[in-house]
């Protein structure tokens, strides 16, 4: 089964991707901590003792709650755990700054690294599925993966990483229902379904939409079935949406009294956009819409200049009966995003890496890459592979200096990003888990200063500087490629 190596290979590739960079902290990360400390530490979902270090919050009464959506923290919770008894057996300080850089970097790997890998190997499946070979699905998964800004959201304990992975799983088992397993293959994937769904709303309430698309999808991949199978089927699926559901209710309920309670409605002031819509949420703007996908200043393409061909990848796929229907949910699913943040006040998405709120959208417009790879000839396929190597190249700069870039820079890659790492003195991260905001000053002030940065790479670990960091992670590259060729010759 080269297939499956090659996917082994890949997802192992990728963890070893995302789990070298430690990015330090910031508002939406924060908060997400800080939660995860207060179950951890304190048993309770009040982050009082904590909130200093963020503004996304909820004030409610005399009491400081996350404002976002639980799913992420609630997935760092055990990890974080297991690390801290470790920790007391150990004898360490479980309170002391190394340790907090200890659990959140295991935070960030459980909750957005994990399911970001989750996400690109989906797309490999995904895309096999759809009649590409193992070549046209590894583009598709390491464009996905690396090439995108879902790199970035992989180093940052963000919720849309998780989103992305638990609907790429979701849409991944709605297309296995229409196989003809054994019977009773279709009840286990039916809650694999419903509990993939589920959580991306626990994560990330706008996913409702797309989870609800995905899960009608995996009703009708089914109807041609007895009806028993049917029935079945849709029981499973629905005890997989009723966990999600529970632990969402439960939630509210433990933090704010009333189950259908939502933390941004007492959201601290400062966001006073998000009264207006539906949290926000308003008609899609134009000029919002060309500014995600061309802008310099959080544009999609101008960062992953490979995406501009998946809409006729898109084509391809619904012109062709066999992938009709999926590929139409899939790219539903893309489109309702893009819509979404075009109609969102905060679409660039803060200090981030291109317009975040598109995250849970990467793994979908990625399906749209191998169709047009395995219809294409040598000279298109270089290029292919060039505008490819750019997107990873600039997600690479990004991961590497930093994936947050503040919101004064208009063109965070040519002023902030790529410069920094031209220098090679990276990574400039100064936020820490632990802080407000940065450390005022320039960077070289901060270095005089002797103010220790926040972020780090594991290449820095090992006693490396500079480009000579990034060595450690170029040889798992080489290493992956010459196994992928390798795996492959195997039968």
């Known amino acids: 089964m080269p297939s499956a190596r090659r996917a082994l290979l890949l997802a192992s590739a990728l963890f070893l991707s995302y789990a070298y960079f430690y990015e330090g902290g910031g508002w939406n990360q924060n908060t997400r901590f800080d939660l995860v400390r207060a179950i951890v530490e304190e048993r309770t979902v009040r982050i009082d003792v904590y909130h200093d270090n963020t503004g996304d919050k909820s004030h409610v009464g005399t009491h400081y709650y996350m404002d976002k959506a639980p799913g992420a923290s609630l997935v760092a919770v055990p990890a974080v755990g297991v690390v801290r008894v470790a920790m007391r057996a150990a004898h360490a300080k479980i309170y002391s700054r190394e340790a907090i850089v200890a659990y959140s970097y295991v935070a960030t790997l459980a909750a957005a690294a994990a399911p970001s890998v989750l996400a690109a190997i989906g797309v490999f499946w995904i895309s096999r599925r759809f009649g590409a070979d193992d070549a046209a699905a590894t583009l598709g998964a390491v464009v996905c993966g690396l090439g995108t800004p879902l790199w970035a959201y992989a180093t940052l ?78 029981v499973f699926i629905a005890i997989g949406l009723a966990f999600g559901a529970v632990v969402l209710l439960g939630y509210n309920w433990l933090a704010f009294g009333r189950p259908l309670y939502i933390g941004y409605t007492s959201e601290e002031a400062g966001f006073e956009a998000m009264k207006t819509g539906v949290f926000g949420v308003n008609l899609p703007s134009l000029r919002a819409a060309w500014e995600i996908l061309f802008g310099s200043y959080r544009g999609l ?80 396929r270089a290029a292919i592979l060039v505008a490819a190597l750019i997107g990873i190249g600039e997600s690479l700069i990004a991961v590497a200096t930093t994936p947050q870039p503040p919101v004064q820079f208009e063109r965070p890659m040519a002023e902030l990003l790529w410069p920094a790492f031209r220098s090679g003195d990276f990574p400039i991260g100064w936020q820490s888990y632990l802080d407000l905001r940065p450390p005022p000053g320039a960077m070289s002030d901060l270095e005089r200063a002797g103010v220790p940065r926040a972020s780090w790479n594991l290449g820095q670990l090992m006693g490396l500087t500079g480009f000579a960091s990034l060595l450690p992670l170029a040889i798992v590259w080489i290493v992956t490629a010459v196994a992928w060729t390798a795996a492959g010759r195997r039968r």
């Open 157 to 234: 304990f963000y919720g849309h990483a998780l989103a992305a992975g638990c609907l790429t799983a979701a849409y991944l088992g709605a297309l296995r229902l229409g196989d003809s397993p054994p019977r009773g293959r279709e009840t286990l994937t039916g809650l694999l379904v419903g509990l993939a769904a589920g959580w991306a709303v626990v994560t990330e309430y706008p996913a409702s939409i797309a989870s609800g698309v995905i899960v009608l999808f995996g009703a009708w991949q089914i109807r041609q079935r007895d009806r028993p199978v049917i029935v079945r089927t849709c």
């Open 301 to 380: 393409l101008p960062l992953a200049p490979v995406l501009a061909i998946t809409p006729i990848g898109f084509w391809f796929l619904i012109r062709d009966p066999r992938t009709r229907v999926p590929a139409a949910v899939g790219g539903f699913i893309a489109i309702y995003y893009f819509l979404l943040t075009a109609g969102y006040a905060y679409w660039s998405g803060g200090w981030s890496y291109g317009s975040r709120h598109l995250g849970p959208a990467l793994p979908f417009v990625c399906i749209g890459l191998a169709p047009v790879w395995m219809r294409t000839g040598r000279g298109l």
